[in-house]
């Protein structure tokens, strides 16, 4: 597979160095280390495959010159658009092309999430009642000083797409309308901590996200009939645990079992091993951004927000 990697920021070397010699040709209009600065320059005949690690607003004309050219493309999170018809459009030519174009949503490929899903499919815990997930990094500097990352609804559409994106994965659509419980800009000119969920859908889904957690922390519990499943920390900050609790009734100290992980993150190559598997069967999840867009457009008319992102 040749590829090309366009965006050369923070997920683009990511991407690069995961790609390694599969890469032909990198794109970035102001990197020095890029081989080319737009992606129309790139000769279409040279290349099968683009990796789209750039900002939010230029990635639906990118997607479509790409896909119009038949080329297969992962693109990072989030998708948004001003509307999902831009999205359906992709989907279209996505499929009239026999082209991959896959969102890129790594902590799918985390182990314990992973884990985690096959405990739920498994019915072991029962009725599922609560999901609540706290997702925190201490990025609010870095990103107040970036010239494009402050700006729409902040931490929401950058973290809360990850938590909208296992929801799907885990629990499938919520049948209800998110609800925003806080938005707050403590530092940023852009929300900087947002905690939303969806109350009233089964399971109840309860999410919290801030650039303000100074040492970063992820933590995931799942509270249902037969026990409980818990999550503490993701590998990339590691170590990562997983604890899984069987109820006893009417009360007492639950029998649970742990697993500890300590170890690289591994969701970026499992990532890209998946998405080149995809290549060899042409398909697309875009139906997901339709969905995870239009919470964006449901939660930026409530706030009064304008714009994608």
């Not at 040279?46 to 896909?67: F, G, N, S, W």
């Not at 609800?179 to 940023?188: A, H, K, M, S």
Request: hydrophobic share 40%; charged share 25%.
């Amino acid at each position: 597979m040749r590829l090309v990697v366009a965006g050369l920021g923070v997920q683009g070397k990511k991407r690069l160095a995961i790609a390694g010699e599969d890469v032909v040709a990198t794109v970035d209009p102001v990197a020095p280390t890029a081989k080319f600065r737009r992606i129309e320059d790139v000769p279409v005949e040279t290349y099968d495959a683009a990796l789209v690690c750039t900002p939010d607003e230029v990635k639906i004309p990118v997607l479509t010159y790409l896909l119009t050219h038949g080329k297969h493309v992962l693109v990072e999170k989030p998708l948004v658009a001003g509307s999902n018809t831009e999205l359906v459009r992709l989907r279209d030519l996505a499929k009239g092309h026999r082209a991959v174009c896959y969102t890129a949503y790594n902590h799918r490929f985390e182990p314990h999430i992973i884990r985690l899903k096959q405990a739920l499919d498994s019915g072991a815990l029962g009725k599922i009642y609560l999901a609540k997930f706290f997702y925190g990094n201490g990025t609010a500097r870095d990103v107040r000083n970036s010239a494009w990352r402050d700006k729409g609804m902040g931490v929401f559409p950058d973290l809360g797409s990850h938590l909208l994106d296992w929801t799907l994965f885990l629990f499938g659509r919520p049948t209800v309308e998110a609800q925003v419980w806080r938005n707050d800009c403590f530092e940023n000119r852009a929300s900087d901590h947002f905690h939303f969920g969806f109350r009233g859908s089964r399971p109840e889904l309860d999410f919290e996200m801030t650039l303000l957690s100074w040492r970063n922390t992820f933590r995931c519990d799942v509270f249902a009939e037969n026990g409980s499943a818990h999550i503490d920390c993701l590998c990339k900050w590691g170590p990562s645990t997983f604890t899984l609790r069987r109820r006893v009734l009417p009360s007492g100290r639950p029998a649970e079992e742990t697993e500890t992980l300590n170890c690289p993150d591994p969701t970026w190559k499992a990532e890209y091993e998946h998405f080149l598997g995809l290549c060899a069967a042409p398909s697309t999840n875009i139906d997901n951004d339709i969905w995870i867009n239009g919470v964006f457009e449901s939660v930026r008319r409530s706030l009064g927000t304008a714009g994608p992102g």
